[in-house]
């Protein structure tokens, strides 16, 4: 892991984007935000919201549509067609409503971490059961003379709900997990979530970089692809087979780039030219070091490298004669996990300055002030 002095800068011109030097981009937030760890685990009331979804789209699809379609005729048909799909995409929408209500409920300090999560983990369940209702009206319109409904679209817009963190963050709601807690940063206009697993990942969304009531102002998808290509230029350069694809009912471009360091994933908006998604997986090892933090300490010396835009951090711990401590780490009262064999611990850290405190059992605790500008 190198170690290299750079500071990263957030590009007025592209709203939000944090820019960096031999890593990838990040979208960040702008103006009052607040920032803190949550711990997940199993948690009841998650399942049943997820099922009461689920139910409820089964009764817009199924009992809307089949007491009237076998003896409907063929225009009937397409028509209840038609308004099953408008109100399936109404249930879609209300998943970004609800979502940016909670978000900004947590911001205004109204909701807790883990109420916030819960209302994440809701529509990612509830976005894989519309999409299946979605799959399962499509095959219903291939058989009626006339109809074409299209769902990808809709589909796709889905799966911006659909995220790795959700997904580890579910299992720890059935018990399954692993992670061990998660950092979430809101504010009026967006969010942030961040956790390490065996890789760092890191979700974020702006929705003040979202316009529908705009056309799309790239002519076509090489013009999106070339703009892409200015927000992440790293990523683009080092990435194999960058793509780009084009939901066009919905003013939308996936942007999709494996790269040296793990992967990106982020949504453009044809609308403002910004990106209002953006899903993050960094191998913390490959990410360079920015900047290096050592202290001297009651028998111990705590080494803190930084990685850039306020990404993972990894803490050392060793004795007076290089030996590795095995300690369990807490960041300001909120323990992080525990340093193994080499002394060594990755995690992710407060957005402002923090209290790093290292503790033995047998022994006195160390803290250390951490900058982290």
């Not at 009237?68 to 109404?90: C, G, M, S, V, W």
């Not at 409503?97 to 983990?121: D, F, I, N, Y």
């Not at 990435?239 to 040296?260: F, K, M, N, R, W």
Request: glycine share 6%; no cysteine.
């Amino acid at each position: 892991m190198s170690v290299q002095n750079q500071v990263a800068t957030t590009d007025s011109a592209n709203s939000g984007l944090l820019t960096v030097s031999n890593t990838t981009n990040r979208l960040s937030l702008e103006g009052t935000a607040r920032s803190e760890y949550a711990e997940y685990g199993p948690d009841l009331g998650t399942a049943l919201a997820s099922t009461d979804d689920e139910l409820r789209i089964d009764h817009t699809q199924y009992i809307t549509l089949d007491r009237q379609f076998n003896d409907a005729t063929t225009a009937e048909r397409r028509a209840l067609l038609q308004t099953t799909y408008d109100r399936l995409k109404d249930r879609s929408n209300t998943l970004k409503e609800r979502e940016k209500q909670a978000v900004r409920a947590h911001a205004a300090g109204e909701l807790s971490s883990r109420q916030l999560l819960k209302t994440l983990l809701r529509n990612h369940q509830e976005a894989a059961a519309l999409s299946e209702a979605f799959d399962t009206l499509k095959e219903r319109s291939d058989r009626v003379s006339g109809s074409s409904l299209s769902v990808t679209d809709q589909q796709d817009k889905l799966k911006m709900h659909r995220t790795e963190i959700r997904d580890q963050l579910l299992s720890n709601a059935y018990g399954n997990g692993a992670i061990e807690y998660i950092s979430v940063e809101t504010s009026e206009n967006g969010y942030v979530l961040e956790t390490l697993d065996e890789d760092y990942l890191r979700e974020a969304t702006r929705f003040d970089n979202r316009d529908t009531s705009t056309s799309t102002q790239f002519a076509d998808l090489l013009e999106a692809y070339g703009h892409s290509s200015d927000l992440y230029p790293w990523a683009y350069d080092t990435g194999q087979s960058p793509s780009v694809s084009e939901y066009t009912t919905a003013q939308l471009y996936q942007i999709d780039i494996s790269h040296e360091q793990g992967r990106l994933k982020a949504y453009l908006d044809g609308g403002t030219g910004d990106i209002h998604r953006e899903l993050q997986t960094l191998e913390p090892e490959m990410v360079p070091t920015v900047r290096q933090q050592e202290w001297q300490k009651d028998g111990l010396k705590i080494t803190v490298d930084k990685t850039p835009a306020k990404g993972p951090q990894q803490v050392t711990v060793v004795n007076q004669d290089g030996e590795p401590v095995t300690a369990t780490v807490t960041i300001s009262g909120f323990e992080v996990g525990e340093t193994n064999a080499d002394g060594n611990l990755w995690y992710v850290p407060p957005s402002g300055g923090y209290e790093l405190t290292v503790e033995r059992p047998t022994e006195t605790n160390v803290t250390v002030s951490v900058s982290n500008s």
